[in-house]
Structure formats: C-alpha cells, structure tokens
C-alpha cells in the first residue's frame, strides 16, 4: 500500500524491557513526525524529523525516549527501560513537507502495553 | 496547559440530520485547523482544514467555520450518515517552521439510523 506503515501493530512486553517501534512513511514524504495516544486521550506531539534531523524533540517525555531517521525515509523510535505509563498507541504520521501546512498522513500505530 | 479543547466527550445525531462537532483554542498563534476523522485500530484520517485568514470551508458534506474571535471551530457534516459515526479531533498548528499539531481531546460521533 501506499500508507504509512508501522510495525508492530502491538507490543507486549515487561517493565524495565526497550522496545523499537518502527515507521515507514509515505514515499517522497521528507517531514515525519511521531505522536502517541493515552487512553481517553488526544495525540500528544513527540519528535518531528525534516529529512534526517530532529529540529523539534520537545514532546519527548524523558531521556528514556529517543528516535532517529535514517536515509530521509524510515523512523524508529525508542523507548528504553520502559515503565507502565508508556503505555499508549504511538503513531507516526508524514507529509510532503514541513512547510505550508501540508496535512499529515498517519498510520495505524503501535499499541504498546506494559506489563 | 490544553491549548486545543474538544468539551464534548461525544455526541449523538440521527441519521439524514446535521452533526455539529465543536472545537475552542486558546493560543492567538494558532494559523491553522484540521479535522480528523478516527476509526477504531486505525489511525487518523485527515477531513478538512481551514487556515485562519478564512472563516469557512466547504468540502462535500463537510463544512468548518472558523471563528477568530471566539477562538472557536466547529465541523458541521450534514447530512449525517452511519459510515460517519468515529471519533472526530480538532488539531492546530502554528506558522511555517513550527509543524507539529495540537490535538483536541475528540468526540465520539454516534450516528443513529
């Protein structure tokens, strides 16, 4: 297809573990951005990537949370020793470009669960 | 601080009659809006948007008014249909440089046969 695509689709995994979630954005999209989504909550902004830089990480709740794009294409975002609160759906989503205000296209997030 | 505010957890409608999804911000920087329409296990599809040098916009069954001075937008979808009944966010962002998007809360759109 020609979505974002985002792999897994969900994660179980134990207190303390890291996880990757990954992000395969539309083709010829240079802007990515990744958001996640609390229970009964709105998108919270994480990180947004231009190309290959990060010119704004200031979602990013901790030091334990990192991302990184490589090849202006593919995202993965990082969550290390991870705690019960980062459970949520962790969606990314891309468009044409950062500037004027081109709508962002998401994919079907990873649903993270802590146990 | 929640700078974009959906007050209305859901909302129920008939079908064939007008949905009224409404929207109120607080940041005077906002430039632009956008609603998104969500399904479950799905992520958020784009609707409609509207920048803040116009006070509506019209695409198909969906309309969103813009109002400056209120710090409000509402979504009007008439008429409703069941293929409508998701969960509806208003997002803003700020002027070219500053992309990321402000998220509302969401409402829950049912639509009734």
């Known amino acids: 297809g020609a979505g974002v695509s985002q792999s897994p689709s969900n994660k179980v995994t134990e207190k303390g573990k890291d996880v990757e979630l990954r992000c395969d954005p539309i083709s010829g999209h240079t802007a990515l951005y990744w958001y996640r989504q609390s229970l009964g909550q709105g998108l919270e902004f994480l990180i947004y990537f231009q190309g290959n830089s990060a010119p704004d990480k200031s979602g990013l709740p901790s030091d334990r949370f990192s991302a990184e794009r490589t090849g202006g294409s593919v995202s993965t975002l990082t969550i290390q020793r991870t705690q019960q609160e980062d459970s949520a759906v962790y969606l990314c989503?891309?468009?044409?470009?950062?500037?004027?205000?081109?709508?962002?296209?998401f994919g079907d997030g990873t649903r993270l669960s802590i146990l | 601080d929640q700078q974009v505010k959906q007050n209305s957890p859901s909302l129920s409608v008939q079908e064939g009659r007008i949905s009224i999804l409404n929207c109120d911000y607080t940041n005077s920087m906002f430039d632009y809006f956008l609603w998104y329409k969500k399904y479950p296990a799905e992520g958020p599809t784009f609707l409609i948007s509207i920048s803040s040098i116009k006070d509506k916009n019209e695409d198909g069954r969906f309309t969103v008014f813009l109002n400056k001075s209120a710090k409000h937008l509402s979504l009007h979808i008439v008429p409703s249909q069941p293929g409508d009944s998701a969960v509806y966010f208003c997002?803003?962002?700020?002027?070219?440089?500053?992309?990321?998007?402000?998220f509302g809360q969401g409402t829950r759109l049912t639509i009734n046969p």
């Open positions: 989503a891309s468009s044409l470009q950062s500037g004027g205000h081109q709508p962002q296209h």
């Open positions: 997002a803003a962002s700020f002027p070219q440089g500053a992309q990321k998007l402000v």
